[in-house]
């Protein structure tokens, strides 16, 4: 495999998952449309067929310099929107944080099992909402989602500070009771 095709393998991904983060469907949906090979067949000439999200680990991406950019882009964006927004902006069309991927909650299983080696590490955060708000996940021993800021920590330690990593290991460290 060429370096293009790699290349170009890793974007569609991408652009695959940023469509899917605009679907807004329940989780009991998500599986259905997911375990059908029949729908989805049937969709694979459709437009729709992109809007559905990656099967399998490739939703999770390490949390990473070029990512932590890119939601400091979209933090940017947003306040620009709000100070050229309309005031007569209401809380219904705000957008809220989907709750099957609250803090504390286990990972739904339309997302599978994550790789060993992706436990307990930043990730790039699954959620829509908090795209635009500087966090990352860190998915825990039985698949917990914990949700960390992305700002420095005592305006001193990044998130991809040694020791600040080695704090959060420890903190999600699950101990022998």
């Known amino acids: 495999m060429s370096f293009f095709d790699l290349w170009s393998r890793t974007k569609e991904r991408g652009a695959l998952v940023r469509r899917a983060n605009q679907l807004r ?42 990512s932590q950019e890119v939601q400091q882009q979209h933090v940017a964006e947003a306040k620009e929107r709000k100070t050229w927004k309309d005031k007569r902006v209401t809380e219904k069309n705000l957008p ?18 994550p790789p060993p080696q992706l436990l307990n590490t930043p ?10 708000r500087k966090t990352f996940v860190v998915l ?29 290991k420890t903190l999600l460290h699950p101990y022998p009771l």
């Open 25 to 66: 469907l329940n989780p009991s949906q998500l599986t259905l449309l997911l375990g059908d090979n029949q729908i989805r067949a049937a969709l694979q000439d459709d437009s729709m067929v992109s809007l559905l999200p990656p099967v399998g680990t490739e939703v999770f991406r390490h949390f990473t310099t070029a």
């Open 140 to 168: 825990s021993k039985g698949n917990i989602i914990n949700r960390f800021s992305a700002d420095s920590s005592c305006y001193l330690l990044s998130p991809f500070n040694p020791l600040r990593t080695l704090a959060i």
């Open 96 to 113: 809220k944080p989907a709750a099957h991927l609250e803090t504390g909650k286990s990972l739904p299983l339309i997302y599978g099992d």
């Open 123 to 132: 990730l790039e955060d699954l959620d829509p909402f908090y795209q635009s």
